[in-house]
């Protein structure tokens, strides 16, 4: 998604979300989500943005924002298979077995010749 006027580049972008991932790589939870409640502001509809506040949720054990955060991801990132298996392991692990199964056969449709997927 294009980012919005007044908001930063891609450059930019990754440069402020730099702290709350590597706050999230080292288990800092609460340091991650300050860095993203820093950064979302700015870029309210950005798929990487979405997709860290959906990281931070599921590892919070709040599956119902870590969906949420996933979806916003999609609509700003429909064709990413990355953000379809991250959503269905997910779910699959979280007793939503159907959905988790259909957002890895999307991921497997997109990116048939991805060894991930």
């Keep these: 998604m294009a980012p919005h006027s007044g908001s930063p580049d891609g450059a930019a972008l990754s440069q402020l979300l730099h702290p709350a991932r590597r706050a999230r790589g080292i288990g800092q939870l609460s340091a991650a989500r300050q860095a993203l409640a820093q ?3 700015l870029v309210p509809g950005d798929a ?3 997709r860290l506040l959906g990281i931070a949720s599921l590892m919070d054990r709040d599956g119902q924002r870590f969906v949420v955060h996933l979806r916003d991801a999609l609509a700003a990132l429909p064709q990413d298979f990355t953000i379809y298996m991250t959503l269905g392991k997910a779910l699959f ?3 939503a077995a159907q959905a988790g199964l259909d957002s890895l056969q999307r991921a497997c449709e997109l990116a048939p010749d991805d060894a991930a997927a």
Excluded: A, G, L
């Design 93 to 95: 692990e979280t007793d």
């Design 39 to 41: 950064v979302h502001p």
């Design 48 to 50: 990487e943005c979405h």
